[in-house]
């Protein structure tokens, strides 16, 4: 929008001078008159002042001088429309672009929480709306805040240590929380904050400063990432193993169209509950393939043999095709 509204500016500015300048030029010729007293009635007959002229004007002079007064006008009102152009899409358009937000905000329920909007809270953000996950962003910097708006973003300008403004964002019903402040006091404030206003929340946390991951959990994050850490390290398997890092890009991006990792849950009464891996068919009815199961509050275990069972409450850790995993999906939930 900034953009817009200098490039309109320049170019009124630019009709502007050059309406001065033929005018200018325009008077020079037709009266032999000087530089000064050319501008000087140009200048008089743009603005409608109506002082007296310094010039006789011959017939082909007055109608010049209509000329200047025509374009005059057009100015005028090109500015005036200009002006109320940018009156609406700066200030009606936002509040009611704002008002609609709000109203999103408010129905809002299982969203994530994403807490600042910077480099690492920006890489979550264009995540969430590859997967088309329902999320709130929390920024305090009001510049920030405002690009989010404009993009669509649903969002919160505030503190997200503040109580109230994790209340405003929907804390209560919402399922997880993403906290990547400035700076892990900030982090750890906010998930203390966020898990006493909902103490089933799933929270994942920032670190920065070595160390500091075991103070986030204290204070009550579920998981806590370190990008200087991670980055590092990508950076060695980059170099040592190239092949397995393409790999993982691959089945990690929400964006991509040909395979995908995914978390299926077996629910109670479907189809597949209490079936062993073979009973169940998995990979003939989907084409995905099993990587790993997990019973709720235990630890992964991989690649699990086709007489495994798939007990309700059982995770499956997949891989395969999107549309294949919501196959799954549907498969594993409870019949209607």
């Known amino acids: 929008m900034k953009k817009n509204s200098l490039a309109r500016g320049w170019i009124v500015l630019t009709l502007v001078v050059t309406l001065i300048a033929i005018g200018t030029v325009g008077y020079m010729v037709l009266t032999n ?3 000064v007293d050319g501008l000087y009635m ?39 429309l200009e002006a109320v152009s ?30 600042g909007a910077g480099q690492t809270g920006s890489s979550v953000i264009e995540q969430f709306a590859l997967s088309k996950t329902q999320f709130i962003v929390v920024e305090h910097l009001e510049s920030r805040a405002l690009e989010l708006e404009e993009e669509g973003v649903a969002g919160i300008c505030g503190d997200a240590t503040n109580e109230d403004v994790l209340i405003q964002a929907g804390i209560t019903q919402a399922k997880g929380l ?28 920032r670190s920065i400063e070595k160390g500091s991951a075991q103070k986030l959990k204290r204070a009550g994050a579920d998981k806590t990432i370190s990008p200087n850490e991670i980055g590092g390290i990508r950076m060695a398997y980059l170099m040592l193993k190239p092949h397995v890092v393409s790999f993982l890009d691959i089945v990690t991006r929400f964006d991509d169209e040909l395979l995908e990792l995914g978390e299926v849950t077996v629910e109670t009464a479907s189809e597949i509950s209490d079936l062993m891996i073979r009973e169940a068919g998995i990979p003939q009815r989907t084409g995905l393939i099993i990587i790993a199961i997990r019973n709720p509050g235990q630890k992964l275990r991989f690649n699990p043999g086709p007489d495994e069972r798939l007990p309700p409450g059982i995770s499956m850790l997949v891989l395969g095709k999107p549309d294949k995993i919501e196959l799954l999906r549907a498969i594993a939930s409870s019949k209607a």
Request: charged share 15%; hydrophobic share 50%.
């Open 33 to 35: 008159s000087s530089f």
């Open 42 to 80: 140009t200048i008089i007959t743009i603005s409608t002042v109506g002082n007296r002229e310094i010039v006789n004007l011959s017939p082909a002079g007055e109608i010049f001088t209509i000329f200047i007064i025509l374009g005059g006008i057009g100015i005028v009102s090109f500015s005036l």
């Open 86 to 115: 940018f009156l609406i899409d700066g200030g009606v358009k936002r509040i009611i672009r704002r008002r609609a937000m709000e109203k999103q905000i408010a129905m809002m329920a299982d969203h994530i929480i994403v807490c």
């Open 178 to 205: 993403v906290s990547c402040l400035e700076n892990d006091a900030q982090n750890v404030y906010t998930i203390l904050t966020a898990r006493g206003l909902n103490p089933k929340l799933y929270i994942v946390a």
